[in-house]
């Protein structure tokens, strides 16, 4: 049997057809399902179709794309013209709409009523919280956050964020399915601001902008000191693991030995600075005289690339090294 033909693993209906929604389509269409994307614009969907299109072209140049052709994957996800006509018989439900709370609730008493109450339903939202949005659902046990890094297709990070409410046995059925679409979700016990993910970020940020406010070094040698140093380690093993490593007898022995420097530079990194407009603005002229405003989707590209390249890389590597 063609992988044209081959049966779908289940479906997954999309709401919001942006460049989230995009990706999501890709991930789940990768992996064998049926993907319903519905957008509340006819041009967002046939936007998303093309954006998935050339995903798909840039992952099988790096083997990425999975065991099917391209085409067979793009004749999995459809746009059925109508939210109802999406949501009717999903099997899971991820919403990407715009990160407004207002939009969201207002589109979660809609989902409330089409999606049986058995259904999952994750948020691909980067920073609300899903009791933001769905304290009114009568179904609210089953909606949580689902929260990808840009771009999902390429990078499977995904945070699993419970609301209050949020039932035991949604987040382990997200976190099935994340598993088995090729996904690596992560689960959080209760709601935070920013989730882990931008939590670590934000700290990396609030120090990148005072060592660049203060003098100490540009913004190119900033990006070069993650990218060229910390970042080569981090593609592939996280910051606990790279301490435990870095002293004979392991990560106890580093914190008794570098622990109070690190305490030290926590207390100086404590003062929260403000992100000033002349300061962005520096860092602004930086980035532009390296990358033009006009070549910032070519570049986007260039790390998509750069990311497939990567991703690849870590594949083969753990294939014979073991993880």
């Not at 994340?178 to 016990?189: H, N, T």
């Not at 900033?222 to 435990?244: C, K, Q, V, Y």
């Not at 986007?300 to 870590?314: F, H, S, T």
Request: glycine share 8%.
């Amino acid at each position: 049997m063609s992988d044209e033909h081959q049966p779908a693993r289940g479906t997954v209906a999309l709401v919001g057809g942006g460049v989230v929604g995009s990706a999501w389509a890709v991930v789940f269409a990768r992996a064998g399902y049926a993907v319903r994307l519905s957008d509340v614009s006819p041009a967002a969907e046939a936007a998303a179709l093309a954006g998935a299109r050339d995903s798909l072209a840039a992952l099988a140049a790096e083997g990425l794309a999975g065991p099917d052709t391209g085409d067979a994957v793009l004749n999995r996800i459809t746009t059925p013209g109508s939210l109802h006509d999406a949501l009717a018989g999903a099997d899971y439900v991820q919403e990407s709409a715009p990160e407004r709370v207002e939009v969201k609730r207002e589109l979660y008493r809609t989902l409330d009523t089409l999606v049986p109450p058995g259904i999952v339903i994750g948020s691909s939202t980067s920073g609300l919280p899903a009791s933001s949005f769905t304290a009114d659902m009568a179904t609210r046990a089953r909606c949580l956050v689902v929260h990808p890094i840009n771009p999902p297709q390429l990078i499977p990070l995904v945070e699993l964020v419970p609301a209050p409410w949020t039932s035991s046995d949604a987040v382990d059925r997200a976190a099935t399915l994340m598993r088995d679409v090729g996904q690596a979700p992560i689960r959080l016990s209760r709601e935070v601001n920013g989730f882990v993910v931008n939590r670590l970020q934000s700290a990396v940020l609030a120090e990148a902008f005072k060592l660049v406010a203060d003098g100490i070094c540009s913004a190119e040698d900033l990006d070069s000191a993650m990218s060229d140093g910390l970042g080569l380690r981090w593609a592939f093993m996280g910051p606990f693991e790279t301490i435990d490593l870095n002293a004979k007898a392991g990560i106890a022995e580093y914190c008794r030995n570098l622990g109070p420097m690190y305490q030290g530079l926590a207390a100086e990194q404590a003062e929260m600075r403000e992100w000033t407009p002349a300061l962005v603005g520096a860092i602004e002229r930086d980035r532009r005289a390296r990358t033009s405003e006009a070549g910032l989707a070519d570049r986007r590209l260039w790390r998509d690339r750069c990311l497939a390249g990567i991703v690849a890389a870590k594949r083969r590597i753990f294939d014979r090294e073991g993880r």
